[in-house]
């Protein structure tokens, strides 16, 4: 699957798309510093890419760094307010750190 998100790139580097996707991947193969860089492409591409932001926050709590997977959580929810997928996750971040009344 990696293999044809990076045929993909060498197409169009510029696809945000494809750099989320690639770092959802590497985020479920638990290469998370790889997956980071991944969003961070597909967020200096696109900044207002909502879903990217989501899964930086993701792969930020799969590190167990659920304060700054709430930052990311934030500003997707900045852009897309109605997510209930985000504000799922902020929460389930918000409940780890026992922020209990802030969910």
Known sequence: MIACYDRTLNIDPGYAYAWNNKGITLD???????ALTCCDRALEINPTFALAWFNKGLVLDDLRRCEEAIGY????????ANDAMTWNNKGASLDKLKRYEER
Request: aromatic letters at 14%.
């Open 73 to 80: 959580y934030d500003r997707a929810l900045g852009i897309d």
């Open 28 to 34: 479920k193969l638990k290469r998370y510093e790889e």
